[in-house]
């Protein structure tokens, strides 16, 4: 939407986030992250922290994702995070009666930050969106005169931080080998919450010839 302010926020999770239901019926999550400044001090030779800033976030279920229910499955205290979204102000009335007003980030895309941690990927399926063909999802390369059915969609979705594990930062990084639950790392794995599957047959739809041309 036009006018709006986008920003990215790095830093780490202050309290476990916090998921409940509104009147409306609608879930929401509420969560801090801290962003801290880093600087180098030439007279200890060391960094050091400068000034955080703690930014107040939300994030909502929706009709076709679950992102608040997520971010309480996946994200905990303590936790590195990567959060993308919009700054809102709003108004409100506090419990002694005077109006306040405080500006949070409506987070639109979360995860862990891999510096210093690695993450398990689980994908979820679709709630929604856009309809593929009868045998499931957008038949990709597919022949002229082949359309689309009326089930099926991307089986995305996104459900990041679990497993998800703080690491030391290694001494050479390029010698740091892929954990062995990585997974691009391998490319004939099974796994259903392996990314190394997606793009095969089954995912598109397969090869079905059956359809008639128009």
């Not at 050479?172 to 599957?197: E, I, K, L, V, Y």
Request: contains cysteine; charged residues 15%.
């Amino acid at each position: 939407m036009a006018g709006e302010t986008i920003i990215t926020v790095v830093g780490n999770l202050t309290r476990d986030p916090e998921l409940r239901t509104i009147g409306s019926g609608s879930t929401v999550v509420n969560f801090t992250i801290a962003a801290s400044t880093r600087q180098y001090n030439r007279n200890t030779n060391q960094w050091e922290d400068g000034d955080t800033l703690f930014m107040n976030c939300s994030a909502w279920d929706g009709r076709t994702s679950s992102l608040a229910s997520n971010i309480a499955n996946s994200l905990s205290k303590g936790m590195r995070v990567i959060a993308q979204g919009r700054l809102t102000q709003r108004s409100y009335q506090a419990q002694d009666g005077t109006q306040r007003t405080v500006v949070e980030l409506r987070v639109d895309e979360i995860g862990p930050s891999l510096t210093r941690a690695t993450a398990q990927v689980t994908r979820q399926a679709s709630q929604g969106g856009f309809q593929g063909r009868s045998n499931g999802g957008f038949q990709g390369g597919q022949q002229p005169g082949q359309g689309y059915g009326n089930q099926g969609g991307y089986q995305g979705g996104y459900q990041g931080g679990a497993g998800y594990s703080q690491q030391s930062a290694p001494s050479n990084p390029a010698a740091q080998s892929a954990p062995a639950t990585d997974p691009w790392s391998n490319a004939g794995s099974s796994d259903s919450g392996s990314f190394s599957t997606f793009g095969a047959s089954s995912d598109f739809g397969g090869g079905d010839d059956s359809d008639p041309e128009f």
